[in-house]
């Protein structure tokens, strides 16, 4: 037995591998088919996308899209003939299904409120949680630990429990179903999150840097901007990633505390409905446009993975 | 250009600094000092106002009746009647048991798959940092907005899952309703959980398998131990506390599970997946009981804090060993 491992005896053998990898790339096959049946589902016509039984084999049409940015009204023949020639693509997928475009969707706008709320919060939680980290990683705070815990306790009640007061808070400010609230309490939940990451990540740093840095004349906060933001630029990227992931993803607070204005796209997706129940090519055309980006980051952010889903306490 | 902007307080602050040479050197201790509060204390007010002036709110509301829909109604303080009601509510029990099955059930599933998977992976077979990477893909998106899609996926007839299980068990796919049927229901919520976030507990484990260090498996194989033994002796024992970790994250978060079930069945059928999150939802913004509903989120809080706690002293002690 031990001959047949003498070459090397901890390194797996052929055979295991060539197992292991027909089990791993199996599971990986059969997990990632559910986000391509999203894509696909999303250049269906709504009658493919609800045959049965289901077509993996179909003529790709952008109507989900459409529907997706507009808000149609079923018209009569006649009316739909008496109109000037269709002038876009859309006009005219509409136009067979006996509809006329009537405006543009609220698709749109809720993208944007994503957005705008996703960077801002991200924003202020990284301005914030930079500075924090700094502090806990270079001073003597007195009772750290117990502050960083309670920094992070934070991040543990159950967003429904938070969202009671913050409701009732909001509606006496004001800020009921308004960007900055969102900001606020995105930027409150991400600092958590960006303090122990950015601890980590500033721990890294030599002290040693700094010290020289202020024995030739530098003061503490030169050395904090032009020697310790500098090198924690990786760090503070990965976080800023984590962040917007965060903020972008967030569908609890979202779905109770914004309703019109300041709405974002996770509530707003599962609400897409056409005629007779739900649309959905143009649900699956949402959820496309919505994850792209985060496939982006996710691949951008393959190394520093492990620790952003950790808050930092398992390094790589 | 950027680094003169973000230089500009520390420019001002130098400038005062330089303008009284001696005075900076006495109170260098103390400015350090300043600098401290200076940077932490922005987060810990903005925690205060969004975080515990809140939670305190919480508890106060949660010893009255408060509606937040009658706002201009009397408010009456019930002392505790609001806990000895959620205690002894044998609803809020049904809840909270579903809840307990819901966890049990996605970390049982995702710790012993994520573990495997983690285990092959560490066989280093050619292009594993590839289809790692795919596997890794669902734990990042949306859970709300992936967590809907499912709902198409599970539709009977039309739904790509139905099709794929009825062609599989050789049963008409009508017989596939998922989230219609009581008893399949709860378990239509665990698949799409433990699909979504196994990969997380798989990342994990596999740094815990990575961490353990070549030598010692050449030491077991100089003492001829069996693969067998090595796996039960180092492997697990050795990638523990990583798994630990793994299960404490995963245990919180599905403890609060709200987005995923909130979109895929309600609650439903009947209270069939009524997990706590939901129970919450219905008590405060459907039905408005506001005091009522504030009272049951404390006692949540307040387990999931205890907890964690302990959790996180177990682990403690396994790190140790």
Redesign the interface.
């Known amino acids: 037995m031990?001959l047949t491992?003498a070459h090397s005896?901890?390194a797996?053998t052929p055979i295991?591998?060539?197992i292991?990898?027909v089990?791993?790339?199996a599971?990986?096959l059969v997990?990632?088919?559910?986000?391509l049946?999203?894509f696909a589902?999303s250049f269906k016509t709504p009658p493919d996308?609800?045959?049965?039984?289901?077509k993996v084999i179909f003529e790709p049409s952008v109507e989900g899209y459409c529907n997706l940015f507009t808000t149609r009204t079923r018209q009569t023949r006649e009316y739909i003939d008496s109109l000037p020639a269709a002038t876009t693509f859309c006009d005219e997928v509409t136009r067979k299904r006996n509809m006329v475009i009537a405006g543009p969707s609220n698709f749109l706008p809720r993208f944007i409120n994503s957005l705008v709320i996703a960077f801002g919060s991200t924003f202020c939680a990284v301005f914030?949680?930079t500075?924090?980290a700094?502090?806990?990683s270079?001073?003597k705070?007195p009772l750290a630990d117990d502050?960083l815990f309670?920094?992070l306790?934070?991040r543990?009640?159950?967003?429904?429990?938070?969202?009671?007061?913050?409701?009732?808070?909001y509606?006496e400010l004001g800020l009921s179903d308004s960007a900055l609230g969102m900001i606020?309490?995105y930027?409150?939940v991400n600092?958590?999150l960006a303090?122990w990451l950015l601890k980590g990540f500033i721990d890294e740093i030599p002290r040693e840097y700094e010290e020289a840095a202020m024995i030739d004349g530098y003061?503490?906060?030169?050395s904090?901007?032009?020697v310790v933001?500098p090198q924690a630029a990786t760090g503070i990227a990965a976080t800023a990633i984590f962040c917007l992931?965060f903020a972008?993803?967030?569908?609890?607070f979202a779905?109770?505390l914004t309703s019109g204005e300041a709405q974002t796209?996770?509530?707003f997706?599962?609400q897409i409905i056409g005629e007779g129940g739900?649309d959905?090519p143009a649900?699956?055309a949402g959820?496309t446009v919505?994850?792209v980006p985060?496939?982006v980051?996710?691949?951008l952010l393959?190394k520093q993975?492990?620790r952003g889903?950790?808050f930092g306490?398992?390094r790589? | 250009m950027t680094d003169a902007r973000l230089s500009n307080p520390a420019q001002a602050a130098d400038a005062i600094v330089r303008a009284t040479p001696r005075l900076a050197r006495t109170v260098s201790g103390l400015s350090d000092r300043m600098v401290a509060w200076l940077f932490i204390a922005p987060t810990m007010l903005l925690l205060l106002a969004i975080n515990i002036f809140p939670l305190i709110w919480a508890i106060g509301l949660s010893f009255t009746n408060y509606r937040a829909n009658r706002p201009n109604e009397a408010i009456d303080n019930v002392g505790l009647r609001n806990y000895e009601r959620i205690l002894t509510d044998p609803d809020i029990w049904i809840a909270m048991q579903t809840t307990a099955h819901f966890v049990f059930w996605t970390i049982a599933l995702q710790t012993l798959i994520g573990f495997s998977l983690a285990y092959l992976i560490d066989r280093k077979f050619r292009g594993h940092a590839f289809w790692t990477t795919i596997i890794l893909v669902p734990m990042m998106l949306s859970p709300a907005v992936v967590g809907n899609f499912w709902r198409f996926l599970y539709e009977p007839q039309i739904g790509l899952f139905a099709y794929a299980v009825s062609f599989v068990a050789r049963i008409p796919p009508t017989e596939v309703a998922m989230l219609s049927n009581v008893s399949l229901a709860p378990w239509s919520i665990i698949i799409v959980d433990t699909w979504m976030w196994t990969p997380y507990v798989m990342l994990i484990c596999l740094a815990g398998l990575r961490s353990i260090p070549d030598y010692i498996y050449e030491a077991a194989e100089v003492d001829r131990a069996s693969p067998w033994r090595q796996f039960w002796s180092i492997t697990l024992p050795m990638a523990l506390p990583f798994i630990m970790l793994a299960i404490l994250f995963r245990g919180i978060e599905n403890f609060k599970m709200f987005d995923m079930v909130n979109l895929l069945t309600g609650g439903g059928p009947g209270s069939t997946t009524e997990v706590a999150s939901i129970t919450l939802k219905r008590e405060a913004f459907e039905k408005w009981r506001t005091g009522y509903s504030s009272a049951f989120a404390i006692i949540l809080f307040v387990a999931v804090f205890g907890l964690a706690n302990i959790y996180v002293k177990a682990l403690n002690r396994v790190k140790q060993r």
């Open positions: 031990s491992t005896v901890v797996p295991s591998k060539r292991a990898a089990f791993v790339i599971y990986a997990s990632i088919v559910p986000l049946w999203i589902t996308s609800i045959a049965y039984p289901p914030l949680g500075l924090t700094y502090g806990f270079r001073f705070v502050l309670f920094i306790s934070t543990m009640m159950p967003p429904i429990a938070v969202a009671i007061p913050i409701y009732l808070m509606r606020l309490l930027t409150a600092v958590s303090v003061s503490r906060l030169q904090f901007f032009k933001l992931i972008w993803n967030e569908y609890a779905s109770l796209a996770p509530p997706i599962p739900q959905w649900v699956a959820t919505f994850l985060i496939l980051f996710t691949i393959r993975l492990l889903i950790t306490a398992v790589k």
